[in-house]
């Protein structure tokens, strides 16, 4: 298994490029094409990448892009960032396949990365649906024994907190040098950012290569959990890429920083004595063992009382209580005459609702988890109509396996790129707001404009960026 020979390298040596045909769908959907790049775009993408790192302070070293020192080193956290004293959360990875139009940010589920440094259209896998398949297999094969989920069929909900893998394109296409084979540019430890969109340029591999393909995708994936280069050529962690079956190291394996920085040492040292990473103990400890998970969030409706009457042009606020017996499950506010929702990027548990205009609102908090078991609640607000002699409601909890079960289409958020659009069911106050952080309506109880006139603007924008969830 050890070749001792690195046939190519995560950094340093490009793989054949593709002489593949470009299929048109994947799993049912369309892969999108982009045109490539002139000589001159090439260019100008490099300098707008380095533009951005001298911007933001961040330094590339190998394949990953974080907050850089002076001294040229990876900014390590100041203390570990302690996600181990909380529970394991579980995840989904997102392996997309498709490719989508993409803009600058955190949150995968808005086409978002920090990679980026401008809108970009992104190209999706330039192989076939048989060639895809092999390459997930042997990701499958790796996550299998953690509370992880993959996901490649669909786009996964917006509310449901997930990680991608851009599965298509080339390097240079984000101005980086032709060779490295994917990036990341996550820079949280310990995997406190659950959202986190990572590429793996497979573009530059033969499509035919299912375990380069398949150990890329783990690679980058892994990068945006806080998981650094270790020296074991036999590792999937190891900078380089070598022998066929790499696996996840399962002891205090030495660093290996011939390609850049070591980043998070301060959370590897809790789980070795420094100088090494124990991949298998971190990731354990991010998602915890794998295991069936059939029971629905928990959702309730603390506020109003269902069947609250209220004058035309009244405001309410709606409180919720969301709980699962795993920790990693998100959730979204939808009002459903109206067919908007708000998804609780910021896992905000309170919305405000203002101006609103005569009618029967039914309000649902919808909850999932990685299972894609959903559970909801619903209250029902009379404006300026009175309620019946009876109000039913406050049911609880209606579970199922189907992701398509909610309101929410699978790829209505995940496609909106810049999460701007109007005419989709989403407030567009909404997401800006939780997606930023620091939009103006951010902790107001300012009324979205919307061209229905229901004010939706969330009550409580929590700080967004790096912040864990907390309860
Ligand atoms: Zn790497």
């Excluded at 004293?85 to 392996?95: A, E, G, K, Y």
């Excluded at 506010?333 to 405000?352: G, P, T, Y």
């Excluded at 002699?389 to 992701?403: I, K, L, P, V």
């Amino acid at each position: 298994m050890v070749s001792g020979v690195f046939l190519s390298s995560l950094l340093l040596i490009a793989g054949e490029p593709s002489d593949t045909l470009s299929a048109n769908t994947l799993f049912g959907h369309e892969v999108k094409e982009v045109e490539p790049l002139s000589a001159l775009e090439l260019q100008q993408r490099q300098a707008d990448f380095q533009q951005m790192l001298d911007d933001n302070g961040w330094v590339m070293m190998g394949d990953q892009v974080r907050p850089g020192t002076a001294e040229g080193g990876f900014t390590q956290p100041p203390r570990p960032s302690a996600d181990w004293v909380t529970p394991p959360h579980r995840n989904t990875i997102f392996l997309n396949f498709f490719g989508m139009d993409m803009s600058p940010g955190t949150n995968a589920a808005l086409g978002e990365s920090p990679c980026l440094n401008a809108p970009t259209a992104w190209p999706g896998f330039n192989g076939t649906e048989a060639q895809a398949l092999a390459l997930i297999e042997v990701f499958e094969r790796q996550v299998e024994p953690y509370g992880i989920r993959i996901a490649y069929e669909d786009y996964p909900p917006p509310e449901l907190p997930y990680a991608m893998v851009m599965m298509g394109g080339t390097p240079g296409m984000l101005g980086l040098p032709n060779g490295v084979l994917g990036v990341s540019c996550s820079s949280d430890c310990g995997d406190m950012w659950w959202r986190d969109a990572t590429f793996a340029f497979t573009d530059n591999i033969n499509p035919n290569n299912a375990a380069t393909l398949g150990t890329t995708a783990l690679h980058e994936a892994a990068h945006a959990f806080g998981l650094a280069h270790i020296g074991d050529p036999t590792k999937i962690m190891n900078p380089f890429v070598g022998s066929a079956d790499v696996i996840w190291a399962d002891q205090c394996t030495p660093y290996d920083d011939a390609t850049g920085g070591i980043n998070c040492q301060p959370t590897h040292d809790e789980f070795c004595d420094g100088g090494a990473q124990n991949t298998h103990a971190e990731l354990m400890a991010y998602f915890g063992a794998n295991s069936p998970d059939m029971e629905p969030p928990q959702v309730r409706i603390t506020a109003p009382e269902d069947g609250l009457q209220l004058p035309v042009g009244g405001d309410v606020t709606i409180e919720a209580d969301v709980d699962d017996n795993h920790e990693g499950y998100g959730w979204k506010l939808v009002l459903v005459e109206a067919e908007q929702e708000s998804v609780a990027f910021a896992f905000e548990r309170q919305w405000q609702l203002s101006s609103l205009p005569e009618g029967v609102y039914t309000v649902r908090v919808e909850a999932i988890d990685h299972d894609r078991n959903i559970g909801t609640d619903e209250v029902t607000i009379y404006v300026g109509v009175d309620a019946p002699e009876t109000t039913g409601g406050d049911e609880t909890g209606t579970s199922g396996d189907d992701s398509d079960a909610g309101s929410g289409s699978d790829s209505q958020s995940g496609t909106s790129g810049d999460g701007s659009d109007d005419s989709g069911p989403v407030s567009g106050g909404d997401t800006d707001g939780g997606t930023a952080g620091a939009s103006d309506d951010g902790g107001g109880c300012s009324t979205a404009p919307h061209d229905t006139g229901v004010g939706f603007g969330a009550l409580l924008l929590l700080g967004f960026g790096l912040v864990r969830r907390r309860r």
